[in-house]
């Protein structure tokens, strides 16, 4: 129970990649906030179980988190049962696929107010208890896209990029204090997320459901292979010991060889 009397806290973690972070972390003893939508029942489920997992305590904070007074009312919520963060996992992202165009504005203000102007919230948040505690872990999952480009996914491709930025900005301010910061960048990863995205895709291309999948989705990853949730939150996981405290400022990624070409 290597994260024994840490607290996690993980955006977009009621399903997919940031459910698995929480799990992953959970079997190490660390105390766990989650965050995201989702059937009440199913996420209670699913706290109950993580707080078993650890040994330690599990709360859900349901906020939006495209407002930032809901990101500084969670970030509260987690100070006042837990006194702070120690560990930072922003996950939380959705996509919309149509040319630069025909962008509709709402889903362009609403893509980069999740996908990246929350991180820049919950981390200038965290990181002055971590700062305190002169230790800390900064985690975004990024995406592939984060450094490199797909057609019809401006907003998402700008916030991603964006967020490998801030990501390096932050390592090189908190480098002193014993705080890491990381992104880790997926390719596609088999989660409602990208499952989500095909009939947009389908529209986009022209394309059956079986041709996105094959010819669009795992064209550009050489295994062949979607990456599994279990596969990136390992990567989490490795990234909060003691063995990754000289790693920082790093994008790493978890693509099946996509950003290799």
Not at 38 to 64: F, N, T
Not at 176 to 204: H, R
Not at 213 to 230: C, H, S
Request: aromatic share 6%.
């Amino acid at each position: 129970m290597t994260l024994q009397g840490k607290t996690a806290l993980i955006t977009g973690s009621t399903s997919g990649i940031g459910l698995a972070y929480a799990k992953a972390l959970a079997a190490e003893g660390a105390n766990i906030v989650i965050n995201g939508f989702g059937d009440k029942d199913a996420i209670e489920s699913e706290r109950a179980a993580l707080e078993a997992a650890s040994g330690g305590k599990a709360i859900y904070s349901g906020h939006d988190l495209t407002k930032v007074e809901e990101i500084e009312a969670m970030m509260q919520e987690a100070a006042a049962v837990f006194g702070g963060v120690d560990i930072l996992i922003n996950n939380a992202g959705m996509q919309h696929v149509a040319p630069v165009e025909e962008f509709p504005l709402d889903k362009w203000n609403l893509i980069i107010a999740l996908n990246l102007n929350s991180a820049f919230h919950t981390c200038r948040l965290a990181i002055p208890f971590m700062k305190q505690s002169k230790w800390g872990r900064i985690i975004q999952t990024a995406s592939a896209h984060s450094l490199t480009a797909s057609p019809f996914k401006s907003a998402y491709v700008t916030a991603k990029h964006g967020l490998a930025g801030l990501t390096k900005t932050i390592a090189l301010e908190t480098a002193t204090f014993g705080i890491t910061a990381n992104c880790i960048s997926p390719g596609y990863v088999w989660t409602p997320l990208v499952e989500n995205q095909i009939p947009d895709t389908m529209k986009a291309r022209n394309m059956t459901r079986e041709q996105v999948m094959n010819d669009v989705l795992l064209a550009g990853q050489p295994t062949k292979q979607f990456v599994t949730v279990e596969q990136v939150a390992a990567t989490a996981l490795f990234l909060c010991s003691d063995a990754a405290a000289n790693i920082t400022g790093a994008n790493i990624s978890v693509d099946g060889g996509w950003t290799a070409q």
